[in-house]
């Protein structure tokens, strides 16, 4: 498995990179953790391949008030390691650790994650519980926010524009009361999942979000969660809802990961 | 020249570090994909996307003519063809490229040649086989039922072979307290060396030989094959194996890309290399382990077994492989099924089917692993019968020490040991005391844990007695070794098997350390080329250990008597009064080193008498067993698993190796052999599967379908060594190269329905995915609601 013939480009801004994106077949290049492979097995062939690595700004990291903001190419193992500001709880760092193998996680990023939009990949799941937004700029400079939610559309698509590229991740900072609670199931150590599940319990600002992943689609959102989060008695009808229901062995993974993620915001 | 403190010892028994590691931990091995001659072009395989089909035309675009050649440009090629002499073989011939029907997804159609591998799929993507697709073939057992579509036409139906090892079973029937009926299913698997096949051929005109690199376990084998394949003398053929990255079986035989290789670089006067890669693989080389058993056994009240029948199904794939042919694993469970054990009836029945699937070939352990698992589910069958104990159940089963030797129900003559002893150091280590309790008491995180167990006996170094039954076209008989003493000293040994992860160079010279004393240092080993080495049937069944092992043993004696003989003469000794010792010529406080012996002879032949030894410093020597029925390793795993009944989980928290391998010629390189073949074998037993759907397609073309066990999936196995030496080697050991992967999947499954019996779950189907599991406690759950 050899990828076949492409032209490359080194974006050297995001503006530049968008721009580059309105070419036929054009495709943007971050940590190509999924990419990679898909190239190789030329399930992808594509014209030009726009390589936004060393963007300026690509790896910021910052708190901006009551968001962490970070940039599109920050690496899963930059958050796993801390080297970035956490929302707290935990939260990203242990999403982060628990994305395939470390050397994936030593290139793959947040950004990419979220434009491959995986239905079984983590970031697209755990960000949108956590409220985060995309900030995206287009080929003149112009730039958008999407919510994490919206953004995934369905399997592999998602809303961005053909000359959209994702610049930075918004995460909003949880309160101090607020919880985290994070599993996926999968068949073995790094594999992708069977089962997901992030929510999130923030009495201080009101918020109670289950979203469940992994779906043949997009995350399936309840925003307000606090029914299912008191009594779990719920979670087959929430997994039935979730359009997850129908094969009795794929409805029991999902029931597990849902109750594993509950049981996590009690974790001592 | 005093005679130096005798070292540490560095012979057999001792843990010498692996002399291969040098380079191989550095990066720095040279395998298929490190060789690289001027001009090389690389080949892509054009593989067929239909399992089953006529072909009707193959579409070449006019700007790659001369690039791409299919079945139609191989005049002169001979198919691959492995007769088995069993009554009733029915002969394919497999065509190196597809010719006329196509017989399996990923059966090689043409090669499209370039000058880099990339530029060689680009063309392969173009290329069009027009092919009328037929129905497939993808469960062996409704390939045996009438209607179905014919693999090979000419035979009538789809069976290589039937088999039957008759017995009366009527006596034991009729007197038997109970009677237990199981089905059992293992999944077809992929070997997944880490180095995929690959290999690089050139012409050489100075010999006017074809030169093939290629990534084998049996170079000789494979001279042997290509030759017959390509109508030439051998004499014109050169087969090398360079570094070779695992093989496990998948390197043991002569693969239609090798003479396609051959072909190629003839007809285009350049060297050509093809590397398999992973998909390339996982399509087309999922060619393993697939049984299925339905199986009666009756026991009296204590679950003593009384009889056994059996029949068992192989899915065989589409084309009989050489030189093992399509017949060796059916054949095989019907004379290994009754395992360790001893009982009085038996019958067994076995079918080797022909499916729209990759030839089967033997895979470490080969047919052992499914008859493991099928002989010790059945032993938990009849424990769960009987209400007793499964590992007292196994207790008054297995062969007694003081039965040994001991010929069993299918004549395996087994040569030592005790296998009820490694049985109760098993049920000692993992104990199984504890476990009751702790079952009893219940898991804090509402896990249910269960203890299995998995004896088993694996015969090595098989000789001319057992292969010349089966008629393939490879016998062992006579391992040769040539020992070559340099003029500075050093000792050149020469085997014709090949290492693929067997650490030969160190264990070889080991050996010859033993012999000579020589600094296993100053020994290399020369073995994978046919050009430099003795004929032999390559590196397979567990038998380097022994023959090659053997060989390298005797040819050191012979070249120690012809040392001797010199250094007797330097020494002014009689020859009768001079030993060996530590690399040296000793005779009483005088002593002469290896290199002035070797010096003297090549170089200052004037100091030496007219009656010496004319042989020289260089010797071949033979070397078969004294019974060459095979040696029989053995030993029990036990496993503690813990099993999540909402996901299906299975988690290894124990599992524990008693093994007895005869003597050890380097007990951590056989530590490493047998981790190795474990991770193998809980793959097995826990995730590898390949797939297919109903037209045939194999479902699991990348490794994020195809799991198999990495480090996190490991527990820390516990070995534990037992030594009983064999009787009819030179140094008492035996072949264990295997074994590790033998029993993972019939222990863990008995470990997993010891944890689910009060649910009245049983597994009989591997791998035990979280699918299968989950189906199975939905199943269950149905039941009693």
Known sequence: VKAAAFDYARAETLEQAAGLLQQDGARIMAGCQSLGPMLNMRLAQPALLVDVNHCKGGRRAEVEGEVVVLGACVTHAMIEDGRVPEVGDRALARVAAGIAYRAIRTRGTIGGSLAHADPAGDWPTALAALGAEVEVVAAGGGRRRIAVADLVEGAFETLLRRDEVIETVRVPRLSPEGRFGYHKLSSRVGELSEGLCAVLRDPGRDVCRIVVGATDGKPYVVEDATTIVDDPGGIPELVKAAGLGHDPVHARLHAAAIRRALAELDRP | ?785
């Open chain 2, 1 to 785: 020249m005093a005679v130096p403190a005798a070292e540490t010892h560095q012979g057999v028994g001792a843990r010498v570090r692996r002399k291969e590691d040098e380079r191989f931990l550095r990066g720095r091995g040279r395998y298929v994909g490190d060789i690289r001659f001027a001009g090389q072009l690389e080949v892509a395989f054009v593989r067929s996307p239909l399992a089953h089909g006529r072909i009707r035309r193959i579409h070449v675009p006019d700007a790659h003519a001369g690039m791409v050649f299919h079945a139609g440009h191989l005049e002169g090629v001979g198919g691959i063809r492995a007769v088995s002499g069993l009554p009733g073989f029915k002969v394919s011939e497999q065509p190196v490229l597809a010719q006329g029907k196509v017989r399996f997804a990923g059966e090689p159609i043409a090669m499209c040649v370039a000058a880099t591998r990339a530029e060689a799929e680009d063309i392969a993507e173009q290329v069009v086989a027009e092919i009328d697709e037929l129905p497939a073939n993808v469960d062996m057992l409704r390939a045996v039922e009438p209607g179905a579509a014919l693999v090979h036409e000419e035979w009538g139906d789809n069976l290589f072979l039937e088999t039957l090892v008759d017995g009366d079973l009527d006596a034991v029937r009729s007197r038997a307290a109970v009677e237990v009926k199981r089905t059992f299913r293992t999944a077809r698997q992929c070997m997944l060396p880490l180095e995929g096949k690959g290999a690089v051929v050139h012409y050489d005109r100075n010999v006017q030989q074809i030169v093939l690199y290629t990534s084998t376990q049996m170079p000789h084998i494979v001279r042997t094959g290509l030759a017959g394949c390509l109508g030439m003398d051998e004499r014109r053929i050169r087969v090398v194996g360079p570094d070779v990255g695992g093989g496990f079986g998948w390197k043991g035989l002569l693969q239609p890309e090798e003479v396609c290789l051959a072909w190629l670089t003839l007809h285009l006067d350049r060297p050509v290399r093809w590397q398999e890669d992973r998909r390339e693989h996982l399509v087309a080389a999922a060619n393993c382990r697939e049984h299925h058993y339905e199986i009666t056994a009756w026991a009296d009240p204590d679950g003593r077994l009384l009889g056994l029948d059996a029949l068992a199904h192989v899915d065989a794939g589409a084309y009989s492989v050489y030189p093992f042919s399509a017949c060796l694993e059916a054949a095989q469970v019907g004379s290994i099924l009754p395992g360790p054990y001893d009982f009085e009836a038996y019958r067994c029945r076995t079918r080797s089917v022909c499916t729209n699937k990759p030839p089967i070939v033997p895979y470490r352990g080969v047919a052992r692993t499914g008859v493991c698992f099928a002989m010790e589910l059945i032993i938990d069958a009849i424990a769960r019968e009987v209400g007793r104990e499964p590992h007292e159940v196994r207790a008054i089963n297995l062969v007694p020490a003081s039965a040994m030797p001991f010929r069993n129900i299918t004549g395996k003559d087994f040569d030592g040991g005790d296998y009820p002893a490694s049985l109760a150091k098993a049920v000692d280590a993992i104990d199984v005391a504890a476990v009751r309790r702790r079952q009893r008491a219940g898991e804090p995180d509402g896990r249910r844990i269960g203890v299995g167990f998995a004896t088993y006996t694996e015969q090595g170094a098989h000789g001319t007695s057992v292969y010349h039954g089966w008629g393939i076209p490879m016998v062992p008989g006579h391992e040769q070794a040539g020992a070559r003493l340099t003029p500075d000293g050093t000792l050149e040994l020469r085997v014709g098997n090949h290492s693929h992860g067997q650490s030969m160079e160190t264990t070889l010279a080991q050996v010859a350390n033993e012999i000579l004393g020589i600094d296993p240092a100053k020994v290399d080993l020369v073995h994978g080329d046919t050009a430099l080495t003795p004929y032999s049937t390559g590196t397979w069944g567990s038998r380097s250990a022994v023959m090659a092992g053997g060989a390298v043993a005797t040819a050191c004696e012979q070249l120690g008597e012809r040392i001797k003989g010199i250094g007797a003469h330097l020494l002014q000794a009689p020859v009768d009064r001079v030993r060996i010792e530590g690399g040296r010529v000793v005779a009483g406080s005088a002593s002469v080193d290896f290199k002035e012996v070797a010096a003297t002879w090549y170089l200052k032949p004037q100091h030496l008498p007219a009656e010496v030894d004319q042989g020289g410093l260089e010797v071949v020597a033979g070397y078969r067993p004294k019974v060459d029925t095979g040696t029989f390793s053995y030993a029990t795993h036990a496993a503690l698993v813990a099993v999540d009944t909402e996901t299906g989980g299975i988690e290894l928290l124990d599992y524990v190796i008693v093994e007895d391998g005869g003597r050890l010629i380097n007990p951590m390189v056989v530590d490493g052999q047998i981790l190795g073949g474990a991770a193998q074998g809980i793959g097995t037993a826990l995730y590898e599967e390949m797939p297919y759907d109903a037209g045939g397609q194999p479902l699991a073309s990348t490794l994020a379908d195809y799991l198999i066990p990495g480090a996190a999936e490991m527990p820390e196995v516990r070995i534990l060594h037992m030594e009983t030496p064999s009787p009819n080697t030179r140094f008492g050991q035996k072949g264990l190269g295997e074994g590790g992967a033998i029993a993972p999947p019939a222990a863990i499954t008995n470990a997993v329905n010891d944890a689910l019996r009060d649910l009245g779950i049983e597994m009989t189907e591997s791998p035990l995915t979280p699918r299968r599991l989950l189906a199975a406690l939905i199943e269950a759950e149905e039941r009693t609601s």
